[in-house]
């Protein structure tokens, strides 16, 4: 196969070793790898002729790779080395860290999965959006401790945030209904903050957005949550509520933060959509 594997120049050196060692398997294994930087990485130029692209980096590296694409529902099929910090679409994929089991992954004839491109605002996002003290945590945390403990500086952020704790509403409008809301999840998939779950329902395929929306978002609230991720309940509490639609608007006085895959994107107001282009993963 020829695949032009995309990720970070600025990888910490442990994640650029492990970059390093999945290209040896793949050459070894008789692959054509081509080497491609996702800051400047364009398809339609680069890489062509490519059977697959794979992306290795976590949510955010895919997120912003596929963005930047004149034209992502063009790209080849695409699969994702995890080499992230959370890595919610990996997970949900079922690709492996190990470099011998994800090349097996790429020739083990197992079906492709189609998505369609969720759009916030224009962008795509592709495992998660929240608004609320998610999103809030998320704009706290400190990149260069994110290198050195990994998923325990959204910890750290959350804590520090304890003092502060964000408490004003949005309003969510699908165009059917309008609700307001002090925390709120769009969901593509089953895993959120690792292999810990919001919504059973939640998977790539839906042909709509999941939305889980918390009418109140105090620290009892979080706790809840916590718990209900990591227990896995059937049952939302109190007056939790799960939406299914193909866009929302959320609208806002206090400009929260929007996080996407990992990362602050932008600040509410925001439209989210679900459009008709899809992207393939093998």
Same mark, same amino acid.
């Given at each position: 196969?020829?695949?032009?594997?995309?990720?970070?120049?600025?990888?910490?050196?442990?994640?650029?070793?492990?970059?390093?060692?999945?290209?040896?398997?793949?050459?070894?294994?008789?692959?054509?790898?081509?080497?491609?930087?996702?800051?400047?990485?364009?398809?339609?130029?680069?890489?062509?002729?490519?059977?697959?692209?794979?992306?290795?980096?976590?949510?955010?590296?895919?997120?912003?790779?596929?963005?930047?694409?004149?034209?992502?529902?063009?790209?080849?099929?695409?699969?994702?080395?995890?080499?992230?910090?959370?890595?919610?679409?990996?997970?949900?994929?079922?690709?492996?860290?190990?470099?011998?089991?994800?090349?097996?992954?790429?020739?083990?004839?197992?079906?492709?999965?189609?998505?369609?491109?969720?759009?916030?605002?224009?962008?795509?996002?592709?495992?998660?959006?929240?608004? &609320?003290?998610?999103?809030?945590?998320?704009?706290?945390?400190?990149?260069?401790?994110?290198?050195?403990? &990994?998923?325990?500086?959204?910890?750290?952020?959350?804590?520090?945030?304890?003092?502060?704790?964000?408490?004003?509403?949005?309003?969510?409008?699908?165009?059917?209904?309008?609700?307001?809301?002090?925390?709120?999840?769009?969901?593509?998939?089953?895993?959120?903050?690792?292999?810990?779950?919001?919504?059973?329902?939640?998977?790539?395929?839906?042909?709509?957005?999941?939305?889980?929306?918390?009418?109140?978002?105090?620290?009892?609230?979080?706790?809840?949550?916590?718990?209900?991720?990591?227990?896995?309940?059937?049952?939302?509490? &109190?007056?939790?509520?799960?939406?299914?639609?193909?866009?929302?608007?959320?609208?806002?006085?206090?400009?929260?933060?929007?996080?996407?895959? &990992?990362?602050?994107?932008?600040?509410?107001?925001?439209?989210?959509?679900?459009?008709?282009?899809?992207?393939?993963?093998?």
């Amino acid at each position: 196969m020829k695949l032009a594997l995309v990720y970070n120049e600025r990888l910490a050196p442990k994640r650029m070793a492990k970059v390093q060692q999945l290209a040896r398997v793949l050459e070894l294994r008789g692959h054509c790898v081509t080497h491609h930087f996702g800051d400047s990485f364009d398809a339609a130029h680069d890489s062509g002729d490519a059977d697959c692209i794979v992306l290795a980096g976590g949510d955010g590296t895919a997120r912003l790779v596929i963005g930047k694409q004149a034209d992502p529902a063009a790209l080849p099929p695409l699969a994702i080395y995890p080499t992230g910090t959370i890595n919610l679409l990996a997970r949900e994929l079922g690709y492996s860290r190990n470099p011998e089991v994800f090349a097996d992954s790429l020739v083990s004839g197992r079906p492709a999965r189609t998505t369609r491109l969720a759009l916030l605002d224009g962008q795509p996002f592709l495992a998660c959006a929240s608004i &609320g003290f998610d999103a809030h945590t998320v704009a706290r945390v400190s990149e260069a401790l994110k290198l050195r403990i &990994g998923r325990f500086a959204y910890v750290a952020a959350l804590l520090a945030m304890v003092r502060d704790w964000p408490h004003e509403p949005v309003v969510i409008d699908t165009g059917t209904e309008r609700l307001d809301a002090e925390a709120l999840f769009v969901l593509r998939g089953r895993y959120y903050a690792g292999p810990w779950t919001l919504d059973r329902q939640a998977h790539l395929e839906h042909e709509r957005l999941r939305v889980l929306a918390l009418p109140q978002a105090r620290k009892r609230d979080l706790a809840l949550l916590i718990g209900y991720a990591m227990l896995g309940s059937h049952r939302p509490h &109190g007056k939790w509520r799960f939406l299914e639609t193909e866009r929302l608007t959320i609208e806002s006085e206090h400009g929260h933060p929007v996080q996407a895959d &990992g990362d602050v994107v932008n600040q509410a107001p925001v439209t989210i959509e679900l459009t008709e282009a899809t992207v393939t993963f093998l």
